[in-house]
C-alpha cells in the first residue's frame, strides 16, 4: 500500500462493537462521490450467523462445490481432519469465512497492514461472540504480507483459494459492491502479471485444487480448468495440478 493511500484510509475504534471499522478521508469521498458511503462495517460474526439459517443450507454454493466437499452447506460438523486451506488474498475476509465455516483450517494472507487490522479485530470479535464450542474447534490464522513469500514453516496447503483484484468493465462499474471499489482504491486494481505470479507460486506448493473467483465476464485464469462452477455474479474455476486426484474429502 502506498504512503498516499496509508494516509487515505484510517481504522476507527468504537466502545459498543469490538470490531473496527474502515473510514476514509473527504478527499476519496469527493473523487468517488462517496458523500452518503461513510465506512465500511464488516461485522463477520452476523455474516457466520446468517450462513447457519437453513435457507443458506438449502442454497448449493458454487463454493462448496468447488472445494469439493460432500454434503450440503452448513451440514458439516467436522471434517475427519480439516483440510488445510490458503486464501492468498484475504481482503475483507468474507471468502476467507466461508471456507473457515466449511470446516477448514484456513490459512489467509493480506498484504496490506491496514486490511490486515482490521481482520484481526474482525476475527477476534468472531471468536469471542460464537460458543466457545464452536469456537475452540475453528483454526485461522492470519499471516501479514505477500502470500508468495509465505514461511516455510507453514503446513502444505491441500487447497489454495485466489480471489485477486480484478478491473471492473467499464459499464459494470456503477453495479460493483462498494466494499470492492473500497478495496481497489486501497489497494489498486491487479494486473495479469500479479494473477501469473500468485498462480505460479499456488502451483509450485502443489496442492490437490487451486480455486480462482472470477468475475463472469472474465476470461479463464489459465488453460484446461477441471471445473468452472457459475454462480450468478462470478465463478470459480478448479484447477489441479497435482499428481494425486482431486479428492473428495470426507467428512464425518
Ligand atoms: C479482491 S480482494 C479479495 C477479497 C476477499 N476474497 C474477500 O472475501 O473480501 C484481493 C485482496 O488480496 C490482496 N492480495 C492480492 N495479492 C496478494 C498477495 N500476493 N499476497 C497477499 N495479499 C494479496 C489484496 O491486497 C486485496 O486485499
Not at 476519496?28 to 439459517?53: M, V
Not at 465455516?101 to 486490511?115: A, D, H, M, P, T
Not at 465476464?217 to 484446461?224: E, Q, W
Request: hydrophobic content about 40%; charged content about 30%; some cysteine.
Amino acid at each position: 500500500m502506498s504512503e498516499e493511500t496509508c494516509e487515505n484510509f484510517f481504522l476507527v475504534a468504537s466502545e459498543e462493537d469490538l470490531r473496527l471499522k474502515l473510514f476514509w478521508n473527504e478527499k476519496i469521498a469527493k473523487a468517488e462521490g462517496w458523500q452518503n458511503f461513510k465506512a465500511i462495517d464488516i461485522d463477520l460474526y452476523q455474516i457466520w450467523r446468517e450462513w447457519e439459517s437453513e435457507s443458506f443450507r438449502r442454497a448449493g454454493d458454487p463454493l462448496w462445490r468447488a472445494l469439493g466437499f460432500k454434503g450440503r452447506p452448513g451440514e458439516i460438523k467436522a471434517h475427519d481432519r480439516p483440510p488445510i486451506i490458503f486464501d492468498a488474498t484475504a481482503g475483507f475476509g468474507i471468502d476467507s469465512l466461508r471456507l473457515l465455516f466449511y470446516g477448514g483450517e484456513v490459512y489467509s494472507f493480506e498484504r496490506s497492514q491496514l486490511l490486515l487490522k482490521l481482520l484481526a479485530s474482525g476475527r477476534g470479535e468472531l471468536l469471542a461472540k460464537l460458543p466457545p464450542e464452536v469456537s475452540q474447534k475453528l483454526s485461522w490464522r492470519l499471516i501479514a504480507g505477500d502470500a508468495c513469500n509465505n514461511p516455510t514453516a507453514l503446513p502444505r496447503p491441500e487447497i489454495i483459494y485466489l480471489d485477486p483484484m480484478y478491473p471492473p468493465r467499464v459499464r459494470e462499474k456503477g453495479a460493483q459492491s462498494k466494499e470492492m471499489r473500497v478495496l481497489q482504491r486501497m489497494v489498486g486494481k491487479g494486473s495479469e502479471e500479479e494473477d501469473q505470479r500468485l498462480f505460479a507460486w499456488a502451483k509450485a506448493l502443489s496442492p490437490k485444487r487451486i480455486i480462482v473467483k472470477r468475475p463472469f465476464y472474465a476470461n479463464p485464469f489459465a488453460k484446461n480448468p477441471l471445473a468452472s462452477i457459475k454462480g450468478k455474479l462470478l465463478r470459480f474455476e478448479v484447477y489441479s495440478y497435482s499428481s494425486l486426484e482431486p479428492e473428495k474429502f470426507s467428512l464425518k
